[in-house]
């Protein structure tokens, strides 16, 4: 059973940082072998992508509501990815989800339930 438990959400002020992590088990190739992203969804509107990392970390990408401020690195020995946000917004202010594309595939197969991200001006 695929599992991708996310973690480190919280009410914080704009301004300060909160870094989220992502811990994938019983997937069916080597974490290596997938692409790794988060995306983010608030109140009322549509899902969306807010970065992602290819099986090497190499590649990193990135929404421009987010560059310079977010990086996405991840742990292939760990099975982990995270995300650390800086100079956090109050637009930021959503459920963050971490997803999972095996590297066959065009589109993330695998998310994880979320964790939420408030805050305050």
């Known amino acids: 059973q695929v599992q991708l438990v996310e973690s480190g959400g919280g009410l914080v002020q704009a301004g300060v940082s909160l870094r989220l992590s992502c811990a994938a088990s019983?997937?069916?190739?080597?974490?290596?072998?997938?692409?790794m992203g988060w995306f983010r969804q608030a109140p009322g509107k549509e899902r969306e992508f807010v970065a992602g990392?290819?099986?090497?970390?190499?590649?990193?990408s990135y929404a421009d509501s987010v560059k310079g401020r977010f990086t996405i690195s991840r742990d292939n020995a760990k099975n982990t990815v995270s995300l650390q946000m800086n100079s956090l917004k109050p637009e930021d202010t959503a459920v963050y989800y971490c997803?999972?594309?095996?590297?066959?595939?065009?589109?993330?197969?695998?998310w994880g339930q979320g964790t939420q991200v408030t805050v305050s001006s």
């Open positions: 997803a999972a594309r095996a590297y066959t595939n065009y589109e993330y197969g695998y």
């Open positions: 019983g997937l069916t190739l080597t974490f290596s072998r997938y692409t």
């Open positions: 990392i290819s099986w090497s970390g190499e590649r990193p």
